[in-house]
């Protein structure tokens, strides 16, 4: 019987880099994909550099932009049928975090307090 037990010992290699842009000093996880730049910097990076959705479908012609409209209205609701769980905890999410906005107050269903 060995005395020892074989552990697995993995070297903890903490590597510091500093941000391309801004400087500030960064610990990246080994391999990610951090081009250089600190997560506020790589967050912008990534925003920036691919057109959104809206400017895409802002680019289409109006019956090209209908068909499209569709065929990813009928991929969401393959989604949701698949996934019901998650639209129903999606959508109480949004509730909750919507629910204290004055323009969404407006039109709540709610019966409101009027002042006597
Ligand atoms: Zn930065």
Redesign the pocket.
Known sequence: MPILKKTKFYKDIKIVKR??????P?RPARYSYHLG??????REFIKFSRPSWKESVAKMTPERREEFMEKEYLRWQKWVNAHIDRRRYLALKSYHQRKYIPSNRARSHHKKKTAV
Do not use: T, Y
């Open positions: 941000c391309k842009k801004c400087g500030v960064f730049l600190c997560i506020v910097c790589r």
